[in-house]
C-alpha cells in the first residue's frame, strides 16, 4: 500500500509509536523515527523491521528541545529524499494533579512535547510534503472525557486538534489531507505504568467491546488514514475507543 513512499513518525520507539512504525514498514513504506531516551528500544523497532523486510532508520532527539523536530525533519528529508506521511505520535505524560497544585513548568513541559512539535513538524511538512500527502495527529478521547488531574495533558492535546482542524484546509488545496487519531484507554507500557490493574479492568468493563485497545488498533486507523482509501477524509477526528468515547 505505501510501496515507494516515505514517513516520518514521531515517538516511535514503544507503545502506540512502535506500532505505527511496524504497520507502515510492513506496508511498504520508508520510515524514520525519533527516539528520547532509550536507545535499546529503539534498536529493537530498527531490528523487527529489518528482519521483516522493511526500510527503517531512528534518530536520537528528544523534542522537547526547541530546534528538534525541525532538525527531524531535515534528517528525514535528507535520508528520505522527499516527505509523503507525517504522523504526530511523540507525547509526554505526568503525574496528575489538580490545577491548584500545578505547578506554570509542569504546564510549559507538558506543552514543549505533545504541542509545540506538531506545529514545528506540521510547518515543515506544509512547506516540504509533496502534494497528495498524509498528516495524522494522535491525541486522546480525554479532549471529550475528561477527568479531574490532567489539565495540562487534555490542553496538549486539544491543542494538536485545533492545528489539525486548521492545517486541513490550509492544505487541502494540494491534496493533502490532515487527520486526528484519539485513541481509548491503549494498553502500552505507559498506560500501566499510571494505572492499577483494578482500573484496567473497570475501563474495560466500560468500553462497549470489552477490552483494551490494543497499539495494533491505534495503527490500523492511521494506516487507514494515510492510505488511498482516506483520500476523501481530512480535517476529522477518529476516536479509535472500542466505542469508550
Not at 498524509?134 to 490532567?150: L, Q
Not at 494540494?174 to 502500552?188: K, Q
Request: glycine letters at 10%; a neutral charge; charged letters at 20%.
Amino acid at each position: 500500500m505505501f510501496k515507494g513512499m516515505t514517513a516520518v513518525v514521531t515517538g516511535g520507539s514503544r507503545g502506540i509509536g512502535r506500532a505505527i512504525v511496524e504497520r507502515l514498514c510492513r506496508d511498504g513504506a520508508d520510515v524514520v523515527f525519533n527516539y528520547a531516551t532509550s536507545e535499546e528500544a529503539a534498536a529493537d523497532v530498527v531490528r523487527a523491521v529489518e528482519a521483516d523486510g522493511g526500510k527503517v532508520r531512528a534518530v536520537c532527539l528528544d523534542l522537547k528541545e526547541p530546534d528538534a523536530p525541525e532538525r527531524l525533519m531535515e534528517a528525514a528529508q535528507a535520508h528520505l529524499g522527499g516527505l509523503d506521511i507525517l504522523v504526530n505520535n511523540a507525547a509526554v505524560a505526568f503525574s496528575p494533579a489538580p490545577l491548584a497544585q500545578t505547578e506554570v513548568e509542569v504546564f510549559d513541559s507538558v506543552i514543549a512535547v505533545n504541542a509545540r512539535p506538531v506545529f514545528l513538524t506540521m510547518r515543515y511538512a506544509a512547506r516540504q510534503m509533496r502534494d497528495g500527502g498524509r498528516i495524522v495527529n494522535i491525541s486522546t478521547m480525554n479532549t471529550v472525557r475528561p477527568v479531574p488531574g490532567i489539565g495540562p495533558y487534555a490542553a496538549s492535546k486539544g491543542a494538536v486538534e485545533q492545528l489539525t482542524a486548521v492545517a486541513a484546509r490550509e492544505l487541502g488545496p494540494r491534496g493533502i489531507t490532515v487527520n486526528t487519531v484519539s485513541p481509548g484507554a491503549t494498553d502500552t507500557e505507559m498506560l500501566r505504568s499510571a494505572n492499577p490493574p483494578e482500573a484496567l479492568q473497570a475501563v474495560a468493563g466500560m468500553t462497549p467491546l470489552g477490552r483494551l485497545g490494543k497499539a495494533s488498533d491505534v495503527a490500523a486507523v492511521v494506516a487507514f488514514l494515510a492510505g488511498p482509501e482516506g483520500r476523501w477524509i481530512t480535517g476529522q477526528n477518529l476516536r479509535a475507543t472500542g466505542g469508550l468515547a
